[in-house]
Nanobody
Framework: QVQLVESGGGLVQAGGSLRLSCAAAGRTFSRYAMGWFRQAPGKEREFVAGINWSSGSTRYADSVKGRFTISRDNGKNTVFLQMNSLKPEDTAVYYC??????????????????WGKGTLVTVSS
């Protein structure tokens, strides 16, 4: 059974940085696209960033491009999201996601096979 466990959320001032981690277990993830989604209060869950586990190719939502960086550590089965220049509108619960045989270009909420429980990021102005 796949387990995705997020960590690293918290409260930060606007302009600050946070690094989220997602520890993945239960599978060999070479055939997965991994990603981060977020859901703000009263809004739908949205794609933030994705990474192809085997190739390392990445894709970002326009709203975070240039500020966020997704990466992975194959040896530790961990995916990271480095978030810089945070804005109040980045406040949300951030979820780690795994899409079996998926591609980062088509990554969306409906296609995700496994979700983590989420970690809250709050950016104060």
């Amino acid at each position: 059974q796949v387990q995705l466990v997020e960590s690293g959320g918290g409260l930060v001032q606007a302009g600050g940085s946070l690094r989220l981690s997602c520890a993945a277990a239960g599978r060999t993830f070479s055939r997965y696209a991994m990603g981060w989604f977020r859901q703000a209060p009263g809004k739908e869950r949205e794609f933030v960033a994705g990474i192809n586990w085997s190739s390392g190719s990445t894709r970002y939502a326009d709203s975070v491009k240039g500020r966020f960086t997704i990466s992975r550590d194959n040896g530790k089965n961990t995916v990271f999201l480095q978030m810089n220049s945070l804005k109040p509108e980045d406040t949300a619960v951030y979820y780690c996601a795994a899409d079996y045989l998926g591609t980062i270009m088509s990554m969306n909420v409906d296609g995700i096979n496994y979700w983590g429980k989420g970690t809250l990021v709050t950016v104060s102005s």
